[in-house]
């Protein structure tokens, strides 16, 4: 090759490198072009631990979902009372609770929901970095929890415990976290100003109301490393799964077997605060921190023996009905092949499981640091 020809293959190997593909990019990789998906991750984002960002990087976080929350809505057909982007991935999580959780593919469908989530801080707010996570094992404890930089007072942070309220006894619709402190509105923070419109529970009629969180430093004892270390001892996906989104509470209501995915829910939002929501939870800025925390898990998990576990999946396509028996032939297993979307989010890709599988190949392009 003569000298111009090598220039010019130096340059655009660096372009390449520096710039083309080097976030993310759902709309150019997903549809259609499965074989090429692969080794187009040349430059990954690297999604931190919390308090390892700098003020001005923790707040550049804060800042970007403030500004989704005023990016115009794309859901407004099925769900005309979300308001902006924000409320767009709030309320299909709404939408989709009863088909995501205690199933399969929970952690490949909120791999998808966080990542998109990410990407759209990138396009619409200009934020540069990756979703930061919350190892809550480093706060977990009684004497800890409510001081984790998470709930800092500052517009970098999450804003802390809102003011006590007393459950009414007679409310069957209150589960009652043991060691709850809160309920109110959360006062300071990024987020104090934040209008949550979407649920509670499945009610996407829209209720705007404040952000509230109940903290319980005495549940958060269930996210020390212990519990984690029990999670990531599983050899097989199944078990694993199980371990990690506590499915036998479901069986027992024992709050000591909600496991990690459920604990980090409820030691913010307690009985009374938005985190504990099962259907809207994402209300709650922080519980991106938590699912990006979980997802880790996975990726520490997968990471353990990564050959194997970047291919292997299962657990049941369907959740049992929440009160009774379990079903009758059991569910069915899921494979790589079990379809997930995000409704107008993700229209008109074609994803499956098997897509969320590496975070380094197909339409993601991440790692944990
Ligand atoms: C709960 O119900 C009982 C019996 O109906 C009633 O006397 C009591 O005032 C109620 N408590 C609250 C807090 O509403
Ligand atoms: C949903 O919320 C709206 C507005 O508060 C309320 O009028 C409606 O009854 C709720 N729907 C259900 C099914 O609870
Ligand atoms: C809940 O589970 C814990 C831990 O396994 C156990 O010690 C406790 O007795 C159980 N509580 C009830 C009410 O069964
Ligand atoms: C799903 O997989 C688990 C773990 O391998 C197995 O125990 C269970 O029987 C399977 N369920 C069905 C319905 O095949
Ligand atoms: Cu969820």
Redesign the pocket.
């Known amino acids: 090759m003569n000298k111009q020809l090598w220039i010019v293959a130096a340059l655009a190997l660096i372009v390449c490198a520096v710039g083309v593909f080097s976030k993310p990019n759902f709309e150019k990789i997903i549809p259609g072009t499965n074989q090429k998906w692969r080794n187009v991750c040349r430059k990954p984002v690297f999604r931190r631990e919390w308090r390892t960002l700098s003020y001005k990087e923790q707040k550049a976080y804060t800042d970007a979902i403030n500004c989704l929350s005023k990016r115009k809505t794309i859901t407004h057909a099925s769900t005309p009372a979300a308001r902006n982007r924000y409320d767009d991935f709030a309320g299909t999580h709404v939408r989709q609770t009863d088909g995501i959780h205690r199933v399969g593919h929970f952690l490949p469908w909120h791999r998808l929901m966080i990542s998109l989530f990410e990407e759209h801080l990138h396009a619409e707010c200009g934020y540069q970095g990756g979703i930061p996570y919350w190892d809550w094992s480093l706060d977990a404890g009684e004497s800890k929890y409510a001081k984790s930089p998470v709930f800092g007072p500052g517009k970098n942070a999450f804003g802390g415990n809102g003011d006590y309220l007393d459950l009414n006894p007679n409310d069957t619709t209150v589960f009652p976290i043991p060691g709850r402190t809160g309920g109110g509105c959360v006062k300071d923070g990024a987020f104090k100003d934040f209008v949550v419109t979407l649920g509670p529970g499945n009610n996407i009629t829209g209720n705007p109301r404040c952000l509230t969180r109940d903290l319980s430093p005495f549940l958060s004892e269930l996210l020390n490393k212990e519990e984690v270390d029990k999670v990531l001892s599983a050899t097989d996906y199944f078990t694993f799964d199980y371990r990690l989104q506590g499915m036998n509470f479901f069986n ?1 209501f ?4 909600m496991g990690i995915h459920g604990a980090g829910h409820f030691a913010v939002g307690g009985s009374l605060g938005t985190m504990n929501n099962p259907y809207s939870s994402p209300c709650d800025p922080s519980f991106y921190l938590h699912h990006a925390q979980i997802d880790r898990i996975w990726w520490l998990w997968q990471k353990r023996e990564y050959k194997k576990r970047l291919h292997e999946v299962s657990g049941p396509e369907t959740a049992a009905p929440l009160f009774g028996p379990p079903p009758n032939p059991p569910a069915k297993n899921i494979t790589l092949d079990f379809p997930i979307h995000l409704n107008e989010l993700t229209s008109p890709w074609n994803i499956t499981v098997r897509d969320m599988m590496d975070t380094l190949g197909g339409p993601l392009c991440y790692v944990y640091l």
């Open positions: 027992t024992n709050v000591s077997d």
